[in-house]
């Protein structure tokens, strides 16, 4: 998704940094994107409608073998009431794919075994209902626009529709840009966040890539946002 807040200080810092080291796509964030590519079209397969967005090292292409993958997992369950979260009774194919499937079609066709941990899902439906309803009270449609902005995406054709129903709305948009910022404020301040661009730099010196000097001060400007 297009960076819907081009003059927002704090996402401009975040995707700048991101798109830098992304020029330094590593081996195992190319695997890790292309099998879990291929486990949505496994699903989709069977009729299926499933899509992921990476955050973490994958979703700045700096993962090595060792690294988890931290996946969104969007699945389109109509029957649940927009109010509700989707959960494993009102959803069963969620439980499905976040507790088996998923796990058991990655290791199956992966040579580097790692965790994958699913630590948010949205259902596509709610969101496409809230969007209609113009419904911002909801927080599901400041999450799906978090995700949206933020992340690096898997099967995203699924995603692209509303994408498009909420540029047509920017008021939509515009009203939650306060509590995104906010959001994004608070990912700063936790120590995993500090130690991944530790780890970033790390990496990319250990294959002989020096981060210049205007990097290394925006990442010191990035994380002094939360100070």
Partial sequence: ???????????????????????????????????????AKIIRSTGDVIAFDFLGSVNFGMADATSDVDLVLYLDCPSVPIHEEMNHKNCPRLKLYETLLIHTLVHSIS???????????????????????????????ARFVFYRILCRGVNKRYLHPLEKKLAAKPHLIKAIEETLTDA???????????????????????????????????IREYLAISK
């Avoid at 704090?10 to 486990?39: C, P, Q």
């Avoid at 259902?123 to 309803?133: P, Q, R, V």
């Avoid at 966040?193 to 001060?217: C, M, T, W």
């Fill in 1 to 39: 998704m297009k960076n819907p807040f081009p003059e927002n200080e704090v996402f401009k810092k975040f995707l700048g940094l991101k798109d830098y080291f992304k020029n330094h796509l590593t081996r195992s964030s190319k695997n890790r994107i292309r099998e879990l590519a291929a486990v």
């Fill in 111 to 141: 040579r580097e075994k790692y965790r994958i941990q699913i630590v948010d899902h949205i259902n596509l439906a709610s969101i496409n209902k809230a969007i209609d309803e113009e419904n911002i009270e909801l927080d599901i449609i």
């Fill in 184 to 218: 994004l404020i608070e990912f700063t301040r936790t120590s995993s966040h500090g130690s991944s661009f530790n780890k970033y730099v790390n990496r990319l010196q250990e294959k002989g890539i020096g981060i210049p000097d205007a990097v290394a001060k925006k």
